[in-house]
């Protein structure tokens, strides 16, 4: 990034400028440009607002620095917390050092804003009993989560009811122990009430022996998720759920706790109970449930207020601890992209989401996609080739999607559905899958090949196509033909067989004529479009040797030269832009992703030189063997267009007088035959003639 000019202000600061991604940009290097951004011309800043949520960037700076809480960081919030430092620190460039702590000294103790941050920094020391001359991030953290446990006990000693819980201390095991067996008790009650309406039933709503036998060789041990699913007890007419035995084995560990902490409570001595006494316990454990959540809920919101409150009062010094650490990363991808166009290993832009492995390749930027309709909406105006993934992370529970830019390599394996492995900032490892692909033009070789690798695909598809519907058909054919035989009689079969076997060959003929058509046409009309160009250049052919090497160069620069230029011109216009601005930002300016810059945003593998041979590679062809073969090729191509060129080897129209010759020729198909020589013709005559 070199400079290219200075800016001084009215207040006499120097402004230095760079061109960074192909863009004049302003630097923002000291804490003499932080002090100075209220005087930077809002139209240089790269962006103008940024969301607070969804980057790779501490939420809570942002949530700090939002003055309005509409979710957005602007330019004016941004100037704003700028000029908010120049009123507490002593040294701006303390900032750039990018620290979570802060000596008091460092502070200004003259303005109003520095006093309440050192006011703040005290009392929270006092009270965690430190006496030191410094605070760090970490301290105020450890202070708010004190006093967060303060007031939930003082809460808890203010608010304690007369209310006695059913269980006594155990009425949270007891609960748990409940809600552990609760669908499988009502599943027993239900079985029962099936007997009662129909005791035919019974054996159907038991466990069934079948069941038991298929499992029966098994270790029984091993099979207690397929016992568990077997009911609670036998379910029997009188509906009553035994206390002292006939347990389902897979559940007796659960309902021993049950019976230890409820049943044997309020049941105590009795053998079995109905449903209307195990309603009974669910009413207790409901309401004792009920009980704690409605005090959790209040306490929960008195706490909040409480923190809110007092969290405004500390809130100075946590602001400048954050900002200390956070506000010059901020201002590098805000006012300018720096962080992004930085290659420095370990420095990405808040906006890279991680990194996704691919095909033998790591693209680096990687965007978390907020709106996808909105993104696909715009992807196409960044001219960017993008593989759009859902990520999938069993460790952490979560999914998302992101959207990759694929800048360097080839695309012949990418396709939807593909999977890959995508890593987020943190290194936590996510299961990817293509979703959607922008295709647009990732590099001029690519671009180069692009026609001729289209036009073999289609040629691939076409006769793919055209097999698998050939084969269907004799299958088709093949199976009904079985079934005919199988119906017919034996007299017959050698007849029809024959029969249905000749008109096969002649549809198969028919078939592949027909569909294999359009694809020699479309091979022929090329090879006549070279035919006649190359007779159309017979004088610039015949008149150097070389001209036929530089007429094959003329051939390949017209087939891939569109196609190169329109790489070219896309190659030049890639911007970023869009991808953010679909992801609520407003960008200010363009961001370039030129080719060079593109590279080193997509790795590549790169595999060292092997010696050796592989035992299970192709047999190859000596290299002689194909220097040979290519020499015969171009030989043979000069030869066939210098004689193209040279004699004319075209079809040409019958003469109009052979036509008419034709035309004039008796109705009754009369021919007259030359008469014959009197004398025969002397070949030595001939020859001195000539």
Same mark, same amino acid.
């Given at each position: ?39 930077? /011309? ?71 804003? #520095?006093?309440?941050?050192? /006011? ?8 965690? =009993? ?15 989560? #004190? ?15 007369? !209310?006695?819980?059913?269980? #006594? ?33 019974? =054996? ?25 699913? !077997? ?68 306490? /929960? ?39 992004? !166009? ?16 691919? /095909? ?24 960017? !080739? ?69 036009? =073999? ?140 810059? #593109? ?92």
């Amino acid at each position: 990034m070199a400079k290219i000019n200075k800016f001084i202000s009215k207040s006499g600061h120097n402004w230095n400028f760079s061109t960074v991604g192909g863009v004049t940009r302003v630097n923002i290097e000291t804490g003499a440009d932080v002090a100075h951004l209220h005087e930077l /011309d809002q139209k240089l800043w790269t962006v103008l607002s940024c969301p607070v949520s969804g980057l790779e960037f501490d939420e809570k700076t942002l949530t700090l620095l939002d003055a309005d809480k509409d979710g957005r960081i602007r330019v004016n919030e941004v100037v704003a917390a700028s000029q908010w430092l120049t009123k507490v620190l002593r040294d701006m460039d303390y900032l750039l050092d990018g620290k979570d702590a802060i000596d008091f000294a460092q502070v200004k103790d003259d303005t109003d804003e #520095g006093k309440q941050v050192l /006011d703040s920094a005290r009392l929270i020391l006092k009270q965690l =009993g430190q006496d030191k001359e410094s605070i760090t991030l970490a301290d105020v953290a450890e202070y708010m989560a #004190g006093y967060e446990e303060k007031c939930k006990a003082e809460y808890t000693a203010a608010n304690a009811e007369p !209310y006695e819980p059913p269980f #006594g201390d155990k009425s949270d095991d007891a609960e748990a122990a409940v809600n552990a067996l609760r669908a499988k008790v009502a599943d027993y009650f239900m079985r029962c009430k099936l007997v009662q309406f129909d005791e035919d039933a019974s =054996g159907v709503l038991d466990v069934q022996v079948d069941k038991i036998a298929a499992i029966s060789g098994n270790n029984l041990a091993d099979s207690a998720a397929e016992i568990s699913g !077997y009911p609670l007890a036998r379910p029997v007419k009188e509906a009553l759920l035994p206390l002292t035995g006939g347990i389902n084995p897979a559940w007796q560990a659960a309902f021993a706790t049950l019976k230890s902490l409820v049943l044997d409570v309020d049941f105590a001595g009795k053998e079995s109970i109905g449903e209307e006494e195990w309603n009974a316990v669910l009413a207790k454990v409901d309401a004792y449930a009920a009980w704690k959540a409605a005090g959790q809920t209040a306490m /929960d919101e008195t706490v909040a207020e409480q923190l809110k409150v007092h969290g405004a009062a500390i809130e100075p010094v946590e602001k400048l601890l954050r900002l200390c650490r956070d506000f010059f990363t901020l201002l590098r991808n805000f006012v300018v992209f720096k962080d992004f !166009y930085n290659r420095a290993p370990g420095t990405e832009a808040v906006f890279q989401a991680g990194r996704l492995f691919i /095909d033998q390749r790591c693209c680096d930027l990687c965007v978390k996609v907020t709106d996808m309709p909105k993104h696909l909406a715009s992807a196409g105006k960044s001219g960017l !080739y993008l593989l759009y993934c859902h990520c999938v992370s069993k460790t952490k529970g979560q999914e998302m999607d992101i959207v990759a830019a694929l800048t360097d390599g080839d695309i012949k394996d990418l396709h939807e559905g593909k999977n890959a492995v995508f890593y987020d900032r943190t290194g936590t490892d996510w299961d990817a899958t293509v979703t959607k692909i922008i295709d647009n033009p990732i590099s001029i070789r690519q671009a180069f090949w692009s026609p001729y690798r289209k036009f =073999g695909q289609w040629i691939t598809d076409k006769i793919t196509k055209n097999a698998q519907e050939k084969e269907a058909k004799q299958f088709e054919n093949m199976t009904a033909k079985a079934d005919e035989t199988t119906t017919n009689l034996a007299a017959k079969q050698e007849g029809a067989a024959a029969d249905a076997a000749a008109a096969d060959g002649k549809k198969a003929q028919m078939f592949d004529i027909a569909k294999f058509a359009g694809i020699f046409a479309a091979i022929g009309l090329a090879l006549g479009a070279i035919g006649a160009a190359l007779a159309t250049l017979g004088g610039f052919v015949t008149a150097k040797w070389y001209n036929i090497i530089l007429l094959v160069a003329a051939i390949v620069i017209f087939i891939s030269g569109p196609s190169m230029l329109l790489a070219w011109l896309k190659l030049r216009k890639r911007n970023l832009g869009p991808l953010l601005n679909a992801n609520g930002w407003a960008i200010n300016s363009v961001v370039k992703i030129n080719t060079t810059f #593109g590279a080193t945003l997509t790795s590549m593998a790169k595999f060292p030189k092997v010696v050796g041979k592989d035992p299970l590679a192709d047999k190859k062809m000596a290299w002689w063997k194909k220097c040979l073969i290519w020499l015969v090729i171009l030989a043979a191509l000069f030869v066939i267009g210098f004689r193209l060129v040279e004699h004319r080897w075209v079809w040409e129209p019958k003469p109009v007088e052979a036509v008419e010759a034709v035309d004039a020729v008796d109705e009754e198909d009369n021919i007259v035959l030359a008469e014959p020589s009197d004398t025969a013709a002397d070949p030595a005559e001939d020859a001195a003639q000539e």
